[in-house]
């Protein structure tokens, strides 16, 4: 299963708009406007995007605290998620998830979780729905190479194949948890393998390809969809910034300037793509709309998130409940404070 | 909901007699056979909820889980947003531990967290096996460590009508609830509505004696000692007036203090151990909100600030017994 035509520009398009949405992202903080932490995808796009392609629009998805790529790669309207980052009331989440938490529901995500690990279960739980009620929905659960090391991998890896559950396991591996590597991390540091101990496929796939990641995803997701249980994925990929934007880290450094400079020189998988596009005949005019049509968007975006005005205080306990009891939890009533 | 009064004398043929653990049981099969979304799952469940339960809904609505707490808790919550209503039995209220980054991180917050996009309506059966030296890692009773978590609603019944009623409203609830049944509780019988849709709403508290003297909060397993010694003071002309909070979270702090407004006198008896349990929550809120009502200081009784221990002549005197509550009522006369 390859790329079709549509999708091999559409897949050019969402990996181009996480990268011009962090970049601009990494901007507005820096100018003060994005509060809390920013944990940027860049460097990861082909992943994200590549498994994403693989999806239908009512497939459901999980992914983690790195989380503007996961939205963006199912398809999400951009202005929201800026706004989110802003912690403005036009935000996806109404600015109370922010930069880790980019649940876009319209698109299928179910959660994004800060917790490390801690959407894997709800990715297996979610798979677990469509497989009692009888539909051919599919879950990608989206996690990092340090979230292979939580217990909650292990068990729903075990109880996903147990069942046979419609999900995909797609591991994003930068090789790093914050500044801890794979072999300083994992007795078995190819994560693929994990799987044969779980009865289920493991693939390892050159996450900087997007061609590739699609078409083990595709592949994965023919297998769920047919009853024929999860698969894990593993995408080797390469996170071009911190682990956080801003995140200064003093000691030792734990990973050299070559690397990552060789990183951004040769594997970046936007440019590599785009390579492979051109060799596709695909021409310069074409894909110079498409970054056109990006540059737009986030401009686009910024504006939205900048003229939201910023959640009134008194609305602080809206959202907690969908069933709320009598005179409690309501903006109306007011806040209990003493 | 019943009246005091119609619960005492039922209407025949529209109650029936049964255990509390009948009527929770009732209330799960009941809830299942109305809403096809309702599934259970937990660890050896199909076993100890008898045949009955696999027969009547078939593997695809009652599913045994490995032993795997923190994960099928997440399953469940993973399925409850993606569209069923799960049922998630940990068995043992001790086991919420390991289900509780679970239960906390993500049930109570994710709801907030994505400003409304989604709904977890899921019930966590939590059950407290407080007596029969179990020992200390099958009987904790952790339902405070809950109370302070946003975004969860606690229920604790004791009666067989008010678990089967407040179970229904858990599993018809929009939002996470988690339930602390009782063991010590499973066996009392009571008169229970055959109305299948006999409910009793989260959040209201109920009199389960009437009297003029005292106020006496109960909670949960609590409330046999209670009773008894209610029964006892009564002989010698104390009247009792007993409060069943029946929903921890939140607490119903109108019944309180109207009671309070009565008797000017205030106990508070639970199984939980002293420090920031349910006691010390509705004493902030009585002095905060109706210390003038107060005629002496409020009185809590609770198992101490250590683990429940395994020998019988240890564990005897470990909770509140009936002579050291009609001595905390005698106190404040
Ligand atoms: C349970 C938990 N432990 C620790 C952390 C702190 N933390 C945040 S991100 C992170 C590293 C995660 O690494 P990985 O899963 O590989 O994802 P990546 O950051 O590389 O995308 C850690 C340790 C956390 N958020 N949650």
Redesign the interface.
């Known amino acids: 299963m390859q790329l079709n035509g549509d999708q091999r520009l559409e897949a050019y398009r969402r990996m181009l708009r996480i990268r011009r949405f962090e970049e601009e992202g990494m901007r507005q903080f820096k100018g003060g406007k994005i509060p809390g932490p920013f944990h940027a995808s860049m460097g990861q796009e082909a992943a994200i995007v590549g498994a994403c392609l693989a999806l239908r629009d009512d497939d459901a998805m999980t992914g983690t605290h790195r989380s503007h790529g996961h939205p963006i790669g199912k398809g999400a309207h951009l202005d929201a998620l800026m706004a989110e980052v802003m912690g403005k009331e036009g935000g996806i989440c109404k600015g109370r998830g922010g930069s880790m938490h980019l649940a876009d529901n319209s698109v299928g995500i179910i959660s994004e979780s800060a917790i490390v690990g801690g959407g894997i279960p709800l990715a297996t739980g979610c798979a677990f729905s469509a497989r009692v009620r009888g539909v051919d929905q599919v879950t990608l659960c989206f996690f990092g190479d340090g979230a292979v090391n939580q217990g909650t991998f292990h068990e729903s890896l075990n109880m996903a194949s147990l069942w046979k559950l419609p999900v995909i396991y797609l591991c994003e591996n930068n090789g790093y948890a914050i500044t801890t590597s794979l072999a300083q991390s994992h007795g078995q540091p190819d994560i693929a393998l994990r799987a044969a101990g779980y009865g289920m496929p493991g693939v390892t796939v050159d996450g900087q390809d997007v061609c590739a990641v699609y078409e083990a995803a595709a592949q994965a997701v023919r297998r769920a969809r047919a009853g024929e249980g999860p698969t894990l994925i593993v995408a080797n990929t390469y996170r071009f910034d911190e682990h956080s934007f801003g995140l200064v880290i003093s000691g030792e450094p734990y990973r050299s300037v070559e690397e990552v400079e060789a990183h951004k020189r040769d594997r970046d998988p936007i440019l590599l793509y785009r390579t492979v596009l051109l060799e596709e005949g695909i021409n310069e005019e074409s894909l110079g709309a498409v970054e056109d049509e990006v540059a737009e968007a986030v401009k686009q975006a910024v504006k939205f998130a900048l003229a939201s005005p910023m959640p009134r205080p008194e609305t602080l306990p809206d959202y907690m409940f969908n069933s709320p009891l009598a005179g409690q939890y309501s903006s109306a009533a007011g806040l209990e404070r003493n | 909901m019943l009246t005091d009064a119609q619960k005492l004398a039922p209407t025949p043929g529209t109650h029936i007699q049964m255990t509390y653990l009948e009527a929770l049981m009732q209330a799960q099969m009941e809830e299942m056979d109305r809403d096809e979304?309702v599934?259970l799952m937990g660890e050896d469940i199909s076993v100890y909820g008898g045949d009955k339960l696999i027969e009547r809904f078939g593997r695809?609505?009652i599913w045994d889980?490995?032993i795997?707490e923190?994960?099928?808790?997440?399953?469940?919550?993973?399925?409850?947003?993606?569209?069923?209503r799960?049922i998630v039995d940990l068995e043992f209220a001790s086991f919420a531990y390991l289900a509780s980054?679970?239960i906390i991180?993500?049930a109570s917050k994710?709801?907030?967290?994505?400003?409304?996009?989604?709904?977890?309506?899921i019930v966590f059966r939590c059950c407290m096996f407080s007596t029969g030296s179990m020992a200390a890692q099958h009987a904790d009773r952790p339902y405070p460590l809950f109370m302070n978590v946003?975004?969860l609603?606690i229920i604790s019944p004791t009666s067989a009508a008010d678990i089967k009623g407040l179970m229904k409203s858990a599993i018809r609830?929009?939002?996470p609830v988690l339930v602390f049944e009782e063991k010590r509780l499973w066996p009392l019988k009571g008169d229970v509505p055959t109305d299948p849709d006999h409910v009793i709403p989260?959040?209201k508290a109920d009199v389960k004696r009437e009297g003029k003297d005292v106020t006496l909060i109960a909670i949960a397993g609590a409330i046999r000692p209670t009773m008894e010694a209610v029964d006892a003071l009564a002989k010698e002309g104390i009247s009792v007036e007993v409060i069943d909070p029946r929903t921890l979270k939140?607490l119903d702090h109108e019944a309180f203090k109207t009671s309070v407004a009565k008797t000017g006198r205030l106990v508070i008896v639970e199984n939980g151990h002293r420090v920031c349990n349910v006691g010390s929550e509705i004493v902030a809120v009585m002095a905060?909100e109706a210390f003038d009502l107060l005629k002496r200081p409020i009185l809590r009784l609770s198992a101490p600030d250590i683990h429940v221990p395994f020998s019988p002549s240890l564990e005897k005197d470990f909770y509140p017994t009936k002579d050291h509550i009609v001595a905390a009522v005698r106190r404040l006369l």
């Not at chain 2, 997440?74 to 069923?84: D, K, R």
């Not at chain 2, 994710?110 to 309506?121: A, E, K, S, V």
Request: no cysteine.
């Open positions: 979304r599934v695809n609505r889980t490995p795997s923190g994960s099928f808790t997440g399953m469940g919550i993973g399925a409850a947003i993606n569209g069923l799960p980054d679970q991180n993500q994710l709801r907030y967290m994505t400003g409304g996009q989604i709904d977890i309506p946003p975004g609603k609830d929009g939002d989260i959040g939140p905060e």
